[in-house]
């Protein structure tokens, strides 16, 4: 097998031939670094690299394999970690200068986790300053001069240009969902509280989700089976029983899929190329999709968001507010200042709305597999200044649903555009094969027709 194919399996087939002895540790880390030395000068996608641990670390691999000793899921897999989360033998920065020097003592859950299971941790990832606006230096893969979205920017590009198969990123907002339109990969955000955020920068308990970056659903898949794991100094996880993510998306679902058509509140900034091509992926799946209108209350989601994110990132921030406010950008100290100035009624509301949404959400639930929905409003903006538009994720993080963007459209530039599908909380693995046989389907699609119009059941 040559470098390029090492670099090119995706993180499930790396695995397997990994643990079969197809390949060796050292030639997966040889495989990802030599893509790294290739094309990230450009890219930008590492804050932090270590090419003599990543060495230690897949020698301890492929000496464990040679004594033939227990191997884990992702024996040997390199992975890409976004700098909010905490590593005990890398610096975690939060892409802020406020925390240049920050050296953790221990892993987050989710490191630690992906730790046992044999992975390789082969560096951080560019985030955008404390995973909100202001954006690194991480260029799109696809053409440099476009934005790749944030706050996960650095996981969504290596993954793109193939320098690892899977990262870690995060979801407050939209920060995995429009990075992985834009990039052009597999990005997963799973129901709220079903990955621990342990060791992970707090910027809103009520919103902050673990994501996952992969080439294919089932390599997300396998990851976030990994990273399910019950943990009790996280207070939003459940000690439930957990489906097994991985074997439940590669089954066949019992019947093909129908999808709820929802353009939601933020449809007003989708654009034409967008909308048409979403038009015509709706219209090829005749018979099994049904245009969905969300009640008035749901133009409301916006705008709570906004209030719950802004108080939870003043109360987060304070220490950092108040001692380094002049390293902060402009946007930050506007997001901090909004937050410490809205009343704690508004902020009530805005928490209380969440549920009531969510629990209206699950008529279309009961009638669905899954909602179909943009990922963006469009192709990745021109222009390195901002990240993009969340606002096509914002519902479904402040629900706390589960949601995949998979890279089936392209835009008029030629950028790949994110179709995003949402689950019923807790239902992420049914939404997961769901997402897989979308995938697959992908190609078999005919020739475009309407889309039917319903408020209701299909």
């Known amino acids: 097998m040559t470098a390029q194919q090492d670099a090119d399996l995706t993180a499930a087939a790396l ?8 390949l060796s540790a050292r030639e997966a880390v040889d495989a990802s670094l030599r893509r790294i030395d290739a094309a990230d000068a450009e890219i ?31 024996h040997g897999v390199p992975v890409g970690i ?19 020097e920050r050296r953790p003592r221990q892993d987050a859950t989710a490191v630690a986790l992906l730790r046992q299971a044999g992975a390789i941790i082969l560096g951080k990832t560019v985030t955008t300053e404390f995973a909100l606006y202001s954006p690194g230096k991480t260029r799109n893969p696809h053409n440099p001069a476009h934005t790749p979205g944030g706050s996960s920017s650095g996981s969504a590009a290596a993954v793109a240009a193939g320098m690892v198969p899977v990262a870690l990123g995060s979801q407050t907002n939209g920060s995995v969902i429009r990075p992985a339109s834009f990039c052009g990969v597999v990005g997963y955000k799973p129901s709220h509280g079903a990955i621990s955020r342990t060791g992970v920068l707090t910027l809103s308990r009520r919103l902050d989700h673990v994501g996952v970056f992969g080439r294919t659903v089932e390599d997300v898949a396998l990851v976030a089976n990994i990273l399910g794991a019950y943990d009790t100094t996280d207070e939003d996880m459940r000690p439930t029983a957990r489906a097994n993510l991985q074997s439940t998306a590669m089954e066949e679902p019992p019947v093909a899929p129908h999808f709820a058509f929802v353009k939601t509140p933020a449809w007003s900034l989708a654009e034409p190329d967008m909308a048409e091509a979403f038009g015509e992926l709706c219209g090829a799946l005749t018979g099994r999709v049904i245009e969905v209108d969300l009640p008035p209350v749901f133009d409301g989601a916006l705008d709570a968001h906004k209030a719950v994110m802004a108080v939870e990132v003043a109360a987060n921030l304070a220490q950092e507010y108040r001692t380094g406010a ?4 402009a946007r930050l100290r506007d997001v901090i200042a909004h937050g410490r100035r809205l009343g704690a009624q508004e902020y009530l509301r805005a928490c209380a709305l969440a549920p009531y949404l969510e629990r209206s959400l699950d008529k279309i639930f009961n009638d669905c597999d899954a909602i179909i929905t943009p990922a963006a409003p469009g192709e990745a903006p021109k222009g390195l200044d901002s990240t993009g538009n969340p606002a096509f994720a914002t519902l479904w993080t402040l629900c706390g649903l589960p949601a995949i ?28 094969r769901t997402a897989r046989w979308l995938a697959r389907h ?11 119009k319903s408020r209701g059941k299909k």
Request: hydrophobic residues 45%; glycine residues 10%.
């Open 405 to 432: 963007s998979l890279p089936l459209l392209q835009g008029k530039n030629g950028l790949p555009i994110g179709v995003q599908l949402v689950g019923r909380r807790g239902g992420d693995a049914r939404l997961l």
């Open 15 to 22: 695995a397997v031939e990994l643990r079969n002895g197809g």
């Open 326 to 329: 002049v390293q902060m950008s």
């Open 442 to 452: 992908i190609a078999e699609f005919d020739a475009p027709a309407p889309v039917k």
């Open 82 to 100: 976004k700098d909010i989360f905490d590593t005990a033998d890398m610096p975690t920065c939060n892409g802020s200068a406020i925390h240049a």
């Open 44 to 74: 930008g996608a590492w804050t932090f690299l270590d090419r003599a641990h990543a060495y230690r670390q897949a020698a301890t691999a492929d000496d464990a394999r040679n004594h033939r000793a227990p191997l884990g899921a992702l």
